[in-house]
Structures are given as structure tokens and as C-alpha cells.
């Protein structure tokens, strides 16, 4: 995702991935334009670890349902940043 350096929206980017375990360190820490990150990891079943740094420049105000269904999720990252306009958090 190097390549898409205006990238805004992450929304359902890995809803369902019922087999997504855990991510990379820093995954999208270099994408600041990213708002919009509602259901991303909806149902992600197996889903345990975000790791710091993941979506941490990240200036987010949509997160509706952005870890409902993650029945395994163990961490989530410290440096996750929510914006002070945040409009949509609801079933985060």
C-alpha cells in the first residue's frame, strides 16, 4: 500500500478474513489521509493482535464496527489515534 499515498478510506478492507491472525508492525503508519476505517476488521474471528504503530498517523472519524465480531483480539495499538472530530464509533 506504499503506492497509494492518498489513501482515505479502509473501510471493510479485511471484513470476514475469518483466518487474519495478526498484521504487520506499522501496517498503514504512513498513511495520515486514512478517516475512514468502519468494519475493517469486522469478523475477523482470529483476528488477535494489532501491533503499535498500526494506523497511528491516521486522523480517524468514521471506526463503526471497526473490531465488532474480533472475538480473539488480545491488543490493540497504543499509538491508534482518534480524531477530536470523531463521528462514528458506534460497536468500535
Same mark, same amino acid.
Not at 469478523?43 to 471506526?63: A, H, I, M, Y
Given at each position: 500500500? %506504499?503506492? +497509494?499515498? +492518498?489513501?482515505? *478510506?479502509? /473501510?471493510?478492507?479485511?471484513? @470476514?478474513?475469518? =483466518?487474519? !491472525?495478526?498484521?504487520?508492525?506499522?501496517?498503514?503508519? *504512513?498513511?495520515? @489521509?486514512?478517516? *475512514?476505517? /468502519? *468494519?475493517?476488521? &469486522? =469478523?475477523?474471528?482470529?483476528?488477535?493482535?494489532?501491533?503499535?504503530?498500526?494506523? %497511528?498517523?491516521? =486522523?480517524?472519524?468514521?471506526?463503526?464496527?471497526?473490531?465488532? /465480531?474480533? =472475538?480473539?483480539?488480545?491488543?490493540?495499538?497504543? /499509538?491508534?489515534?482518534?480524531? !477530536?472530530?470523531?463521528? &462514528? +464509533? &458506534?460497536?468500535?
Amino acid at each position: 500500500l %506504499s503506492n +497509494a499515498p +492518498a489513501l482515505t *478510506n479502509v /473501510g471493510s478492507m479485511f471484513s @470476514g478474513c475469518t =483466518n487474519l !491472525e495478526s498484521l504487520p508492525e506499522g501496517f498503514l503508519s *504512513n498513511h495520515p @489521509g486514512i478517516t *475512514n476505517a /468502519g *468494519n475493517m476488521f &469486522y =469478523n475477523c474471528t482470529s483476528l488477535e493482535v494489532v501491533p503499535d504503530g498500526c494506523l %497511528s498517523k491516521s =486522523n480517524l472519524t468514521g471506526t463503526s464496527s471497526m473490531f465488532s /465480531g474480533c =472475538n480473539a483480539l488480545i491488543s490493540l495499538p497504543s /499509538g491508534l489515534s482518534l480524531a !477530536e472530530g470523531l463521528v &462514528y +464509533a &458506534y460497536a468500535m
